[in-house]
DNA sequence: GATGGACCCTCTAGTGACTGGAGGGTCAAG
DNA sequence: CTTGACCCTCCAGTCACTAGAGGGTCCATC
């Protein structure tokens, strides 16, 4: 009895090495093990997972998901604090949109420039490597890896 | 004589450390080093740092860059290579914004949610966590942390 | 000549969020 | 009793850096 790491895998659309790994980081509750020392899981891990691939698929953090299932845990307490972290997480994506959307017309403009001749020519590299003053007016649309409300 | 570290990375708005890192890969040559072991650079090593910074801020990978530089090495090649890996990496980044798009008009949909009361009632959490069916209808617009053109 | 501070060196480890593999144990069917 | 699917732990790797420890070099000033 119990559900089985696979099968719970297999349930929330999540590999058998994450739900380990959730575990390890304390985002999901170790669950009892059977007498061959498999993981069982009841039908409130796989509440909580689903939970956390959900908002996993929004874009959260790990840290924001933490934060949203340990609000989820004291109900008693108001639900701006949930509001914040949407919000937060909100803007985040709507300033990478934004970013995104520069660097997208930026390689607009240099896919143009080739010339189709031999390397040599090739106004791709030229509008990668202009002819110096690259100290200044350095563009800050950088893209960073991660989606973070700041 | 020579650039040293600290003025190279000042000139390309690069960390020294990030400077170091790119020769410990093997993105930029070893420099020669002075009397007292200090790096010695020249302004190839700029032209070519330069170069580099942009790709990546323009969002190319580290792989993609490394590419572009040895296409650039070698003159007498098709440019067609250059643009095929530019085509590639736009067509990733407007991937990426369409699929941050639909993220950010369901973030806008659960944060019309919430009911301002306390954490049990919210709405944004139940967004999260919806009744059941997480196993079907699961989206795939999931954001990954790398922007590569597959 | 000593001292201070800015700069440089190497090496190691940490970040986020997993992913993959080695080397083994468990369980049910045939 | 063997096969194969599944499970276990532990460790290393990914990407692109970033931070820190523990030390060396250089130059100016006192």
């Known amino acids: ?4 790491i696979g099968a719970l895998a297999k349930a929330t659309d999540t590999k058998v090495q994450t739900i380990r ?3 390890a980081i304390g985002l ?7 007498a061959g020392n498999y993981r069982a899981y009841t039908l409130a891990h796989l509440s909580q997972l689903s ?6 698929d929004l874009g ?6 933490r934060e949203l299932l340990s609000l989820a845990d004291h109900g008693d307490r108001p639900c701006a604090a949930v509001e914040e972290i949407a919000r937060g997480h909100r ?7 934004a970013d995104l959307q520069v660097l997208g017309r930026e390689l607009d403009n240099i896919i143009g420039q080739c010339g189709q001749g031999t390397v040599s020519g090739c106004g791709i590299l030229e509008a990668l490597a202009p002819v110096q003053a690259r100290s200044m007016a350095r ?6 890896k991660t989606l973070d409300a700041e």
Chains 1, 2 share one sequence.
Do not use: H, N
């Open 91 to 97: 803007a985040a994506v709507k300033r990478k949109v």
């Open 51 to 56: 939970f956390i691939r959900r908002a996993r």
């Open 21 to 23: 790994y959730y575990e």
């Open 1 to 4: 009895m119990g559900i089985k």
């Open 28 to 34: 999901l509750p170790s669950p009892g093990r059977t």
């Open 60 to 65: 959260f953090s790990l840290e924001q998901v």
């Open 139 to 144: 563009a800050d649309y950088r893209v960073g």
